[in-house]
């Protein structure tokens, strides 16, 4: 298994409990340790954004990937 088919595991495992509070996550692309995201849904405009990205997200996937460097939310082309 790829790093970026491992990350896209990962994602859809945490899927489930984004959507159980009206959000969803979907994945970019990976690209030299970072991967790029798109929080959708609530979580798109939920002020706890950064942590539910930073400490649920991010940490998941850095604990089975290790060379995953940050997770990054964009919000548009122009972010990445």
């Known amino acids: 298994m ?3 088919e491992k990350i896209k595991e990962i994602i859809d495992k945490l899927r ?3 959507i159980s509070d009206g959000g969803n996550i979907e994945f970019v692309k990976y690209e030299d ?3 790029y995201i798109k929080m959708l849904g609530a979580c798109a ?3 706890l ?3 539910t990205l930073k400490e649920g997200v991010e940490s ?3 604990e089975e990937v290790p ?3 940050e997770v990054k939310n964009i919000t548009g082309l122009t972010d990445f």
Do not use: R, Y
Request: with cysteine; hydrophobic share 45%; charged share 30%.
């Open 67 to 69: 060379t995953v460097k």
């Open 2 to 4: 790829t790093e970026e």
């Open 60 to 62: 998941a996937i850095k």
């Open 33 to 35: 340790g970072i991967v």
């Open 45 to 47: 405009g939920c002020e």
């Open 49 to 51: 954004i950064d942590m």
């Open 16 to 18: 489930p409990f984004l």
